[in-house]
């Protein structure tokens, strides 16, 4: 615990929760280095274990409990279950010799990172030097005027600079894109990695592959075909805002398809994607940013090539009583009920634990990594959110844009980020990265006439109304 022993000096407590409760926690800062500007990490090990595209760790001086001065302890062994010795019930898992995470057993929110510092000689159990303690900034109460977003680390593990071109600047100021750790190389905006380029559109473009940090949850998506049309959904908050568009319009009567992309298209080819700062996305996974793909259920899937099951198969209720009155005698219930039928075997993913964040949202992680895998709700269970952060880079970069259109115009639930300032910054970038979008595929067009107009769009999802009237044209 002597790494995480207060500096002298004054100390700022912020309460560090996750959302289901389980755990609670402070984490103390030395006050007179506040704020504390801290880096996005987009590692793949941080993108893989978190389902984030990019992570938000802070280091503290110190961490103790929520109702005493005490010091929070968590089980250091970094093994795959709830810590025993624990004062939470944090599960450890450890990403690399040097580093241990840790994420709520319930609900998945990652809320302590511990670097176990470099070995100072060979082997196990040997001194150590650089060790520290961060907790997850979206877990904290609050962040202002504690912590910011200074600069973008790790950027080259994208491939595509990933989070890193959506969020250029904070309140005026331009952050450094460093290659690796901080103060390393920079790497300059609309970056692509020269192993992307070298093989553009060629080798398993049919198929994207997904994956969590321990493997544990493995899927590929595939390209939109028939079956894609087939779910209905309401509109997602990100295409009309859900705390002022009228209910008739986010009801999409219409049931216009805006999963797929390009809108409007008789091919579409790639999904719908955008960026989430929803309290439930921050609390569950305790980062600020969730970055989800609407993807049908049935162009996801599992290793067997099979469609993705989260729902338990539905009870036979008329069955299970046929059989119980059968099994205590009354006369006429049915016939052939006395075979007893084996327990037809969960078709859920072994690696995916389950936690309801509010009746009828369900969010799926990895119980071994923690990593967020799937939202999804009742209201639409054949369409799914993907968590971004999973896709396996090497294909198509960490955004992935030969798969996914990102929404450009605006960030899911702005209204309920712990951090205005993080959301008008990624509001901003987010409109730069669309006007060269739009513009790029201007210049495409000019070399390539599109030959229907109909099917023109300016730019991310703002586009829907008109798709709208065509639709009601049509
Ligand atoms: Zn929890
Ligand atoms: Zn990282
Ligand atoms: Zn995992
Ligand atoms: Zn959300």
Redesign the pocket.
Known sequence: MTSRSPTPGPITYVKVACHCGLNELRAGFATDQLPISNDL???????HSSGQL??Y?VSVSTLVCVDSDEPFHVDGHGGECPSPDGDGDLVAYRTSENAIRYFCSMCSAHLIFRYLGTPREEGEGGEREGAFWCVAAGALERTEGIVKVGYH??VE?TLDGGLADHFRTLEGEDLPRYRRGPKSDEIALRWRSETLNQTPNSTNDDTLHISCHCQSNQYKITRPNFESYLPYSAYPDLLHPHDIAHLSKVRNSADVKWWLRPLGSSHPTKYFAGHCTCEYCRKTSGFEIQSWAYVPRSNILDQEGNSVVLQPPEKDEVAEMREELARIGVEGSGEGEKKVEAEPEDPRPKGLKQYISSPGRYREFCRTCGATVFAWQIGRPDLLCIAVGLVDESQAGARAESWFEWCYTRVGYAEQAISPKMVEALTSSLAAAGAEATKSREEENERAPIVSMSLQQKGGCDVVTSVEQVVVAA
Do not use: Y
Not at 41 to 47: A, I, L, S
């Open positions: 990490c987009h590692c793949n090990t941080c993108r990019a992570v760790h680390i790790w593990d």
